[in-house]
């Protein structure tokens, strides 16, 4: 199953689940009869009484230990959310999707053909290539440091018609739209004697 899929089960599953919860608290408090699982008898009861709320105050663990439960949960979450947004990459492109049978392409090596295919064109010093979007409608973002002596707009213009068009063309896509960052390599100013 894939991270994603995961992803939709357990936020639908709590969803549901809050949905559920709110909804009974929501009737409870509107007047109708709690069901059989209900902690408190009715709307006038409250959430938790005096005794609850001081059962453990004594008690020298009960702070640490809640505290720590709730970092727990905040940073299980927290993980959670990185590892879903950071998840950019693409794993594969289906090629040939349109016609009936589909081919299975790993974006990785799109990607570095892509990088390789940039880095022949006169100017570029390096290139870094991520592919993001939907299996079926890849978009690209290129990053590409150029010489000094380098026209920007010429650097785009070759690169559009060149390495991004036979990409688009090998993956049988109409276009493939990218996002391209151009930044010009440091260097050192020269000594002038």
Known sequence: ??????????????????????????????????????LHTGPHDVLLTRAERTRWREAGWWWPAVIAVLAVVFLLALWWLIAVLGRRRLPEIL???????????????????????????????????????????????????????????AALQDFTAGPLTRASESVGAVSLPAEVRLRAVGHRAERVT
Not at 6 to 13: E, G, H, I, K, S
Not at 104 to 118: C, G, H, K
Not at 127 to 148: C, D, K, N, S, V
């Open 1 to 38: 199953m894939r991270t994603g899929r995961v992803n939709r089960v357990l936020l639908a599953l709590l969803g549901l689940l809050l949905l559920a919860l709110g909804g009974a608290v929501l009737a409870v408090a509107l007047g109708a009869p709690p069901p059989s699982w209900w």
């Open 95 to 153: 090629v040939g999707a349109d016609g009936g049978e589909a081919a299975v392409l790993r974006v990785r090596a799109l990607e570095s053909a892509l990088a390789e295919d940039a880095l022949r064109q006169e100017g570029v010093a390096h290139a870094e290539i991520l592919l993001r979007g939907r299996r079926t409608a890849p978009t690209a973002r290129a990053r590409l440091r150029l010489e000094p002596s380098v026209d920007p707009a």
